[in-house]
């Protein structure tokens, strides 16, 4: 497990460089590393910056936790040199967070559909569609590999809150 580096460093303003070899063996030890960070968290996802690496892969691992009650489950699924198009121009506005930026919460406009195109550990190719909270997680982990957080994307500094004020405005749902 590694530390998930925070808001203010370096490796997460940095664009990642895209993976060559899925095969090699430093590439293989970023890619368990993520695996048991993410693990031991209660984060839907991760990206090889928020572990100091700045390399092109994320993982996206939906599931119910504390952090996102109402997330459908799926298998962790690590993304190599992954990339997306929008399926329109619509985007919605909802609550994210981020293990890099704990404590806080903010409304982030998201497209709803995505085509992702991606490389698997086995260095297959892989297209598929995704909607909803598992499209928001990719764009969310797409972004740490462009130097970017969620906060960047925040249209209005109202909507960012502290997650104790958040997990209160939740409670009155």
């Not at 293989?28 to 590393?33: L, M, V």
Request: charged fraction near 30%; proline fraction near 6%; charge should be negative.
């Amino acid at each position: 497990m590694r530390e998930i580096v925070q808001l203010g460093a370096e490796a997460l303003r940095k664009k990642a460089e895209a993976v060559g070899d899925v095969h090699d063996d430093d590439i293989r030890r970023i890619i368990a590393d993520m695996q048991s960070t993410l693990a031991g968290t209660q984060g839907v996802g991760i990206a090889a910056p928020q572990i100091g690496e700045s390399r092109r892969i994320i993982i996206v691992a939906s599931r119910p936790t504390p952090r996102y009650p109402h997330a459908p489950q799926m298998e962790p699924t690590v993304m190599i040199n992954p990339a997306f198009e929008p399926l329109s121009d619509h985007k919605e506005k909802d609550w994210e967070g981020c293990l890099s930026i704990p404590g806080i919460r903010a409304l982030v406009p998201r497209y709803r559909e995505i085509l992702i195109r991606y490389t698997d550990q086995q260095g297959n190719f892989v297209e598929l569609k995704l909607d909803g909270f598992v499209a928001r997680i990719f764009q969310h982990e797409y972004d740490h590999l462009e130097g970017r957080v969620y906060l960047d994307s925040v249209e209005n500094n109202r909507d960012i809150f502290s997650e104790r004020e958040y997990f209160k405005l939740m409670e009155g749902c």
